[in-house]
């Protein structure tokens, strides 16, 4: 497949699942009023504003909070010249401004880029994979990174959590409703004139109240997944050299994992930080297989 029909393809994919994740927020919400306030509409009225406060907040503080996760230290062109330069050179071969370049004390090589968008973005890298790539690699490894930025991946993993805690929200105020005497509906309605519809959809609501997190969390991982091949195809783009990408993500691929890497922003990391194994599903994996991502790679 062709570079560009392959970047084509994983950004169609990226908004389908960001369309299904954002329905799935006021799907939950209007179940939670339907269930508990007895009016849907209020419920998807509740969940679009809480979304969209977690959004902001978490889009205005995101490149601190994920940092500090990850006990990452900012550094300067005389503390890393190397590093400074390559990430300067994939910055300007990509259109976007210099990010701020972090180090993480790690051995196991890895990195990640966050922030709000390419004005306010920062690539960390762990000084594991500082010692274990050579230049071509690096390369490879931070076109990676840039494209995240160039793409606005780095946007959309942060509307993406703000929308995974918006629904972990939504499901607590539905627990504790039910604990304080919520779910009028169910005492109210059931000898009502078409009480069957009405206890179908409210078992319906209570079901997707329930599985809405897990639901979330396939949606955030999907989601991650496609960003991983599209940077891929990216970093290609921008360095013209699959196999320093290539070679880079077989030694990452046989590294230990990291050491204190934060869960929640593991999806962030080019590679799994923590190197779970692969559900026989792959539903839950916030990262595709290092062995496609090398044949797709090899196919450029």
Do not use: C
């Amino acid at each position: 497949m062709m570079l560009f029909e392959q970047i084509a393809r994983n950004k169609r994919r990226t908004v389908y699942v960001m369309i299904g994740f954002s329905l799935l927020v006021l799907f939950i919400g209007g179940a939670l009023g339907y269930v508990f306030y007895d009016s849907a509409i209020s419920g998807i009225v509740m969940a679009a504003v809480v979304a969209a406060v977690y959004m902001g907040l978490m889009i205005s503080q995101s490149t601190s909070v994920v940092m500090r996760m990850n006990h990452a230290h900012e550094v300067s062109e005389a503390d890393q010249p190397e590093l400074w330069h390559i990430v300067e050179d994939m910055a300007m071969v990509g259109k976007v401004p210099m990010p701020k370049v972090y180090i993480i004390d790690d051995e196991s090589p890895n990195a990640f880029a966050t922030g709000n968008d390419p004005k306010h973005a920062s690539v960390a890298v762990t000084s594991g994979i500082m010692k274990r790539l050579n230049r071509e690699e690096l390369e490879g490894v931070l076109g990676h990174e840039i494209s995240h930025i160039r793409n606005y991946d780095i946007r959309l993993q942060t509307i993406a959590l703000a929308l995974s805690a918006a629904i972990s929200m939504l499901v607590n105020i539905g627990m504790r409703s039910f604990w304080w005497g919520g779910g009028r509906r169910r005492s109210n309605n059931n000898n009502s004139e078409g009480g069957n519809m009405q206890i179908v959809l409210l078992i319906a609501s209570i079901v997707l109240i329930i599985l809405g997190p897990l639901a979330a969390s396939i949606a955030q991982m999907a989601l991650s997944r496609n960003r991983e091949y599209l940077a891929d195809a990216s970093s290609v783009e921008l360095t013209r050299n699959p196999q320093g990408l290539i070679t880079a993500l077989e030694k990452i691929s046989s590294s230990d994992p990291m050491k204190e890497a934060d869960p929640t922003s593991s999806a962030l990391y080019i590679s799994d930080p923590l190197k779970r194994k692969k559900g026989f599903s792959h539903l839950f994996d916030t990262h595709p297989p290092i062995e496609d991502r090398i044949e797709r790679l090899k196919k450029m």
